[in-house]
Nanobody, 124 residues
Framework: QVQLIESGGGLVQAGDSLRLSCAAS????????MAWFRQAPGKERDFVST????????DYADSVKGRFFISRDNAKNTVYLQMSSLKSEDTAVYYC?????????????????WGQGTQVTVSS
C-alpha cells in the first residue's frame, strides 16, 4: 500500500505559476501510474493529468493543456504538477492519486490510492 502527501498549494494571482508535489511512501512510486485530479466546491472531482510509471505516456485535460506539466522522479518517490498561467477557474483542491494499472486512465475509479489534497486558490 502506498501513502500520498500533496504539498505546494496556496493563494496566487491569475497568471501566476505554482508547482504541486506529491510524495509517496510505503511502496516505490515506480510501481504506479500517477495522476492529478481536482475538485472545486460543489463540483465533481475532475481529471487533470496522468503519467505512466516511466513518464512515456502522459495525458492532460483539455482545460489545462499547454499550461500544466506533469512529471515524476521515481528516485525521489515524487510526482509534480507544474502549473502556469493560472486562472480563477483553476481554483480547487488538487489530489494526487496512484493506480496499479500500467495504462494511464482519466477516471477516478481506476485509482486505488489518494492523498488528502492541497488547496489552490487563484484570485482574479
Amino acid at each position: 500500500q502506498v501513502q500520498l502527501i500533496e504539498s505546494g498549494g496556496g493563494l496566487v494571482q491569475a497568471g501566476d505559476s505554482l508547482r504541486l508535489s506529491c510524495a509517496a511512501s510505503g511502496r516505490p512510486l515506480s510501481s504506479y501510474t500517477m495522476a492529478w485530479f481536482r475538485q472545486a466546491p460543489g463540483k465533481e472531482r475532475d481529471f487533470v493529468s496522468t503519467i505512466n510509471w516511466s513518464g512515456t505516456m502522459i495525458d492532460y485535460a483539455d482545460s489545462v493543456k499547454g499550461r500544466f506539466f506533469i512529471s515524476r522522479d521515481n528516485a525521489k518517490n515524487t510526482v509534480y504538477l507544474q502549473m502556469s498561467s493560472l486562472k480563477s477557474e483553476d481554483t480547487a483542491v488538487y489530489y494526487c492519486a496512484a493506480s496499479r494499472d500500467i495504462t494511464p486512465r482519466i477516471e477516478t475509479y481506476n485509482y486505488n490510492y489518494w492523498g488528502q489534497g492541497t488547496q489552490v486558490t487563484v484570485s482574479s
